[in-house]
């Protein structure tokens, strides 16, 4: 069992930044990737970002590659997303979550998930 817990959220306006942070804890060893989600209101779920949590390797949705930015601390068994040069579209409830795969970027195969931090991004 692993929880997650997401922390970091706001609101802002286009072009703004905002840093968000995932605390893992619990039976760590059992997920090799942890990464971002978001859901719009009106649309599904998808993936943002995501971090090989032994490995380093990271994977990106298209439309927020080179604005956003997914790290992880180790030590502390955190992961951080980076979000710079928002955009009204960014605007979702953003969730970490955590798998054991292959690949990091098999979005439909997390299934540890934390509570959600709503970003805001206002034009």
């Known amino acids: 069992q692993v929880e997650l817990v997401e922390s970091g959220g706001g609101s802002v306006q286009a072009g703004g930044s905002l840093r968000l942070s995932c605390a893992a804890s619990g039976n760590i060893y059992s997920v090799n990737c942890m990464g971002w989600f978001r859901q719009a209101p009106g649309k599904e779920r998808e993936g943002v970002a995501a971090?090989?949590?032994?490995?380093?390797?990271?994977d990106y949705f298209d439309s927020v590659k080179g604005r956003f930015t997914i790290s992880r601390d180790n030590a502390k068994n955190t992961v951080y997303l980076q979000m710079n040069s928002l955009k009204p579209e960014d605007t979702a409830m953003y969730y970490c979550?955590?798998?054991?795969?292959?690949?990091?970027?098999?979005?439909?195969?997390?299934?540890?998930w934390g509570q959600g931090t709503q970003v805001t991004v206002s034009s």
């Open positions: 971090i090989g949590f032994r490995s380093g390797s990271k």
């Open positions: 979550g955590a798998v054991y795969a292959l690949r990091c970027n098999a979005w439909r195969e997390y299934n540890y």
